[in-house]
Each structure stands twice: as structure tokens, then as C-alpha cells.
């Protein structure tokens, strides 16, 4: 297989996986700046965090990884809506990850923050493939 037909198949991975470390980068480095420097406690710390890295997925997932088709306002709701809801599930993940390994079990926040963070970008990729961002057959 050669250069050009890797990069064909991997299409959508390439860029999620750059993508989905910056998202990390976005949700560690607002989850720091929350729980450091502003001193607020784990949990709001990991909401907010949250938040952000999903407002920044959700705009270059759409745009530059998954190239969505939806371009009526109806579809791009839809999208959208479905898009948060599965980052709701996976933002649960890193959550009871922060809450068991942070709170119950003193583990360093940040490290945990990272390793949650990796399970969940994984989790995220295959929810955006398989229902939010489909593509028509051929594309």
C-alpha cells in the first residue's frame, strides 16, 4: 500500500487524532487554570474544562475532520445536539475517572486528567464516526 492510499483510508483518523490532542491540550490546560491558579475544586474545575474542550471539538470535528454535510439548520441542530449528548456520556467517563482516582483515591489530578482524557478521545472518535457526523456512501 503506498503513501497516497494510507492517507485515503485514514482520512478522518489523522486529523482526529491532531484534533483530539488539542482538545486535550484545551481541556487539561482550562482544567489547570481552573484548579491552580483560580483555586475552584476538582469537580466545577472538570465541568468547565469540559466545556470548553467540547465547544473546540465540536468545530473542528465538524469542519476539518469529519467534514460534515448537514447545511440545513435542522440537520446542523440535530448534529449538534448529538454531538454534546455523546460528549455528555463521554464527559461522564472523565468525571467518575476525576471523582474515584482524584477525590476517593488522592491520585495526582493531572495525570488522571491526561489518562481519562485518552480513553475518552477514543470513545469520542468512535461515537462521531458511527452516529453523528455520517457521511453519504462513496464520500
Known sequence: MDFKSLLKKYRDVIPYIIFGVLTTIVNIAVYWF???PLGISVMPSTV?????A???AYITNRKWVFRSEAN?????LKEILSFFLCRLATGAVDWACMFIFVDILN???VVIKFMANILVIILNYVASKLFIFKRKKGN
Open 34 to 36: 481552573m484548579a491552580h
Open 48 to 52: 468547565i474544562a469540559w466545556l470548553g
Open 54 to 56: 467540547v465547544l473546540f
Open 72 to 76: 440545513t439548520a435542522n440537520a446542523v
Open 107 to 109: 491520585l495526582n489530578d
